[in-house]
């Protein structure tokens, strides 16, 4: 009897602890790296004068956070895709690509030291027939259609919530009971 009311325990604070203790998530390795400009370079829908900057992978390296070389002041946070190559660089590199009619050096992508696999920054393509009337109305159309996701969104995981929050209620709520019965016994 006494090996059973130790099992019901041990149940219980186990249970206990898993509803209390958050989920783990694994985390990659912090990629950084620090690059110094002598003249003006652009990344997507910004150019950034000379100077040192710190380039950060974020979420799997899908985004890129540009920081200044003190930390305190982020110029950007832009999306990436992974750009392969053959071989893994030896140090830091940043890929440059020459500005159009005397645009400012572009950024098409970086590179951590010892990895083959880089972040390359996505620019959108001017179309010569494209208003910025018509751009603005396709991004505020697409700007709707997102909020409105996120608030489906927003809607089926409070609903998601509130079902597995019953269910912990009342299954500690068993859980307890049962506990309390062998204690007294």
Do not use: C
Not at 85 to 90: A, F
Not at 94 to 115: H, K, M, Q, S
């Amino acid at each position: 009897m006494k090996a059973y009311r130790k099992l019901i325990l041990a149940a219980f604070a186990f249970t206990v602890l898993a509803v209390l203790i958050p989920n783990a998530s694994a985390q990659m390795l912090e990629e950084r790296l620090q690059a110094t400009f002598s003249g003006p370079v652009e990344v997507p829908g910004k150019v950034l004068p000379a100077g040192t900057y710190i380039f950060q992978a974020l979420e799997n390296g899908r985004m890129t956070r540009i920081l200044s070389a003190d930390q305190k002041h982020v110029y950007a946070t832009l999306f990436t895709v992974p750009e392969e190559r053959t071989e893994h660089v030896e140090k830091s590199t940043v890929i440059l690509e020459e500005g159009v009619n005397g645009a400012p050096e572009r950024i098409e992508a970086w590179f951590y030291p010892g990895d083959s696999v880089g972040n390359e920054f996505l620019y959108q393509k001017p179309h010569p027939n494209k208003t910025i009337a018509s751009v603005t109305g396709a991004v505020l159309r697409e700007t709707g259609l997102a909020a409105a996701d996120t608030a489906k969104s927003v809607a089926v995981a409070a609903e998601f919530v509130g079902v597995h929050a019953e269910h912990v209620v009342v299954n500690s709520g068993v859980a307890i009971a049962h506990a309390a019965k062998y204690l007294v016994s």
